[in-house]
Nanobody, 120 residues
């Protein structure tokens, strides 16, 4: 009952930047956490960053810490992932996700994914 629409993926050279957007609609009042995940071919799905619905980041993966920033625009119900200093190993499909539960860590709402490709 939460719909997520992603945008902002694309092709960029190493060292460049991209900003991903995730627009949430529906029962957004029930959202507890928003997160970005990514998955590259042959790799496990990786949790990249997590933010409270109120806009406080709570987690960054070690692989992106210092380069990526997650944020939220309350007025637009949109979560962003600013990606700076991109590396070829950042190439993956990036997914926006939302969860409503406070006890479990299951993300039950997912976007369709957006491809990020970083060339060397």
């Amino acid at each position: 009952q939460v719909q997520l629409v992603e945008s902002g993926g694309g092709l960029v050279q190493a060292g460049g930047s991209l900003r991903l957007s995730c627009a949430a609609s529906g029962r957004t009042f029930s959202i507890y956490r928003m997160a970005w995940f990514r998955q590259a071919p042959g790799n496990e799905r990786e949790r990249v960053a997590v933010i409270t619905w109120g806009g406080t980041p709570t987690y960054y993966a070690d692989s992106v810490k210092g380069r990526f920033t997650i944020s939220r625009d309350n007025a637009e119900n949109t979560v962003y992932l600013q990606m700076n200093g991109l590396k070829p190993e950042d190439t993956a499909v990036y997914y926006c996700a939302a969860r409503t539960g406070r006890v479990t860590a299951t993300y039950e709402n997912w976007g369709q994914g957006t491809q990020v490709t970083v060339s060397s």
